[in-house]
Nanobody, 126 residues
Framework: VQLQASGGGLVQAGGSLRLSCAAS????????MGWFRQAPGKEREFVAA????????YYAGSVKDRFAISRDNAKSTGYLQMNGLKPEDTAAYYC????????????????????WGQGTQVTVSS
């Protein structure tokens, strides 16, 4: 699976952005998808994940109720809608795909994913 993330940018606190992750090379429903982020000087952290069908989602506590993950299997594209952005959300955001089982133990961990896209930078000004 090749993943291409896009949609990052500069936004003021309280604003919104929608990230996209276009996938190719595998049937859209054959993998679950996740988003991670990495701020300068910090480790990469889990943000959100969505099951193959899109029927199940999981969020990090810091973004729950502000971010929404979704996917369109017909377009082989995943999305991360980010609302109420805060300066602490500033980071490079990475999408990832996994051919494994959609379990909590797997979806929250980097090594649970088989494929990664390049990062897209999100900068939130105060």
């Amino acid at each position: 699976v090749q993943l291409q993330a896009s949609g990052g940018g500069l936004v003021q606190a309280g604003g919104s952005l929608r990230l996209s992750c276009a996938a190719s090379g595998h049937t859209g429903s054959s993998y679950f998808m996740g988003w991670f982020r990495q701020a300068p000087g910090k480790e990469r952290e889990f943000v959100a994940a969505i099951s193959r069908s899109g029927g199940s989602t999981y969020y990090a506590g810091s973004v729950k109720d502000r971010f929404a993950i979704s996917r369109d299997n017909a377009k082989s594209t995943g999305y991360l809608q980010m609302n109420g952005l805060k300066p602490e959300d500033t980071a490079a955001y990475y999408c990832a795909a996994s051919l494994g089982a959609f379990t909590t133990a797997r979806l929250m961990r980097e090594h649970g994913y088989d494929y990664w896209g390049q990062g897209t930078q999100v900068t939130v000004s105060s």
